[in-house]
T-cell receptor, first 113, second 111 residues
Framework: DGGITQSPKYLFRKEGQNVTLSCEQN?????MYWYRQDPGQGLRLIYY???????QKGDIAEGYSVSREKKESFPLTVTSAQKNPTAFYLC????????????FGQGTRLTVV | GQQVMQIPQYQHVQEGEDFTTYCNSS?????IQWYKQRPGGHPVFLIQ?????EVKKQKRLTFQFGEAKKNSSLHITATQTTDVGTYFC???????????FGTGTLLAVQP
């Protein structure tokens, strides 16, 4: 089945540790996105990528890093510089076209203790 | 930068009542998309509107795109408990093709 997969679903980390969230898609989509969602809030864009080996900062990129070495993969690293990393992280992908829908992964709920 | 605002932020209705959420952009949009996120879930695409003044229906849901392509609305007729969730309007931002989510409207339906 084609789709977008995020892993793990739940992740616990100690404060000060970097952690990498996985996002893989087999939809052959060029564009991929990372969003952060806090309880009762909307989605805020962290990073996005329109093509392999290229990505741009979103609205809240500080404390995060990404890579796009392969078309199907767009991992997000939450670094120790992110002051409040506990949140629900969503990855999405779409055809690089303004009239295409985005497909979302199931999300990763990160808790930093 | 481009902003997409939604009102209301939260709506609580009795089952069978109608519901409407409104989406407003600070800039003219090429198109608008609507997504639904169930509690604890991920956003799922509902529909896309492209043309000025466009109206589309999906069963009890009616979507409308404003004449100036700066606003949109989603109307649900006779809500059901299955309609519970957060409804987001989404726009593509500028020349970068990044997806910009509206602030969302959380719908609660009381049986």
């Amino acid at each position: 089945d084609g789709g977008i997969t995020q892993s793990p679903k739940y992740l616990f980390r100690k404060e000060g540790q970097n952690v990498t969230l996985s996002c893989e898609q087999n939809l052959n989509h060029d564009a991929m996105y990372w969003y952060r969602q806090d309880p009762g809030q909307g989605l805020r864009l962290i990073y996005y990528s329109q093509i392999v080996n290229d990505f741009q900062k979103g609205d809240i990129a500080e404390g995060y890093s990404v890579s796009r070495e392969k078309k199907e993969s767009f991992p997000l690293t939450v670094t120790s510089a992110q002051k409040n990393p506990t949140a629900f992280y969503l990855c999405a992908s779409s055809i690089r076209d303004r009239e295409s829908e985005a497909f979302f992964g199931q999300g990763t709920r990160l808790t930093v203790v | 930068g481009q902003q997409v605002m939604q009102i209301p932020q939260y709506q609580h209705v009795q089952e069978g009542e109608d519901f409407t959420t409104y989406c407003n952009s600070s800039t003219t949009l090429s198109n608008i998309q609507w997504y639904k996120q169930r509690p604890g879930g991920h956003p799922v695409f509902l529909i896309q509107l492209v043309k000025s003044g466009e109206v589309k229906k999906q069963k009890r849901l009616t979507f409308q795109f404003g004449e100036a392509k700066k606003n949109s609305s989603l109307h649900i007729t006779a809500t059901q408990t299955t309609d519970v969730g957060t409804y987001f309007c989404v726009a593509y931002g500028g020349a970068t093709n990044k997806l910009i989510f509206g602030t969302g409207t959380l719908l609660a339906v009381q049986p």
